[in-house]
């Protein structure tokens, strides 16, 4: 059954970045995309960006456009998500979640998720 392991997150001064990666296991499809979710306390899961197995990548949420990126490695089956300057309004648990098509929709497009990573950024 297909897993995602995620890795990364952690407490990060304002300004400073953080790179998570999610691992998919047990993956034998070629054609997939993962995609990074969000949420913070009291707020709904907001989708942040995506990678495809297609070379595809996207970042969707306006707040950390210009500061994150989504990028992936075919070869381990990996996506990464690079993020820079990070601000106290990023902290939230972040979740990568797969499907076997193209990057598209909202979480319920998503039926494969990893177990989530804390990322705090505070002084």
């Known amino acids: 059954q297909l897993q995602l392991v995620e890795s990364g997150g952690g407490l990060v001064q304002p300004g400073g970045s953080l790179r998570l990666s999610c691992a998919a296991s047990?993956?034998?499809?070629?054609?997939?995309?993962i995609a990074w979710f969000r949420q913070a306390p009291g707020k709904e899961r907001e989708g942040v960006a995506c990678?495809?197995?297609?070379?595809?990548?996207?970042v969707y949420a306006d707040s950390v456009k210009g500061r994150f990126t989504a990028s992936g490695d075919n070869a381990k089956k990996t996506v990464y998500l690079q993020m820079n300057n990070l601000k106290p309004d990023d902290t939230a648990v972040y979740y990568c979640a797969a499907r076997l098509s193209g990057c598209s929709g909202g979480p319920i497009s998503y039926p494969y998720w990893g177990q989530g990573t804390q990322v705090t950024v505070s002084s």
């Open positions: 047990e993956f034998t499809s070629d054609y997939y995309a």
């Open positions: 990678a495809s197995s297609t070379g595809f990548s996207a």
